[in-house]
């Protein structure tokens, strides 16, 4: 069983950086692939980015690219966001989660992501 962690969030202002933490325990963390989530009250939840178990692939929303980094330490079982120029349209409670199946690519589809952290609230100010 995988059990996540995540942190790091907070208020900024528009255009601020933050950098989200996930840490895993309780399972082969450097063969799963990662993802990053993100819903607002009232939206449904909309990917943001995922990292191959190796490190070697990435993927972002539109929304995001060019502006988010993610990363992964698997020497430290962490995946990392890294939220640059951020928005008061990324305002929302973030979602680390691992993929359902080790050495899998990551996917854009929640529905296959079966651990989950308990999200971590990110609030940019206008």
């Known amino acids: 069983q995988v059990q996540l962690v995540a942190s790091g969030g907070g208020l900024v202002p528009a255009g601020g950086s933050l950098r989200l933490s996930c840490v895993a325990s309780g399972g082969a963390f450097s063969t799963y692939a990662m993802g990053w989530f993100r819903q607002d009250p009232g939206k449904e939840r909309e990917f943001v980015a995922a990292i191959s178990w190796s490190g070697g692939s990435t993927y972002y929303a539109d929304s995001v690219k060019g502006r988010f980094t993610i990363s992964r330490d698997n020497a430290k079982n962490t995946v990392y966001l890294q939220m640059n120029s951020l928005k008061p349209e990324d305002t929302a409670v973030y979602f680390c989660?691992?993929?359902?199946?080790?050495?899998?690519?990551?996917?854009?589809?929640?529905?296959?992501?079966?651990?989950w952290g308990q999200g971590t609230q990110v609030t940019v100010s206008s």
């Open positions: 989660a691992a993929h359902v199946l080790p050495f899998t690519m990551p996917s854009v589809k929640g529905s296959e992501y079966a651990y």
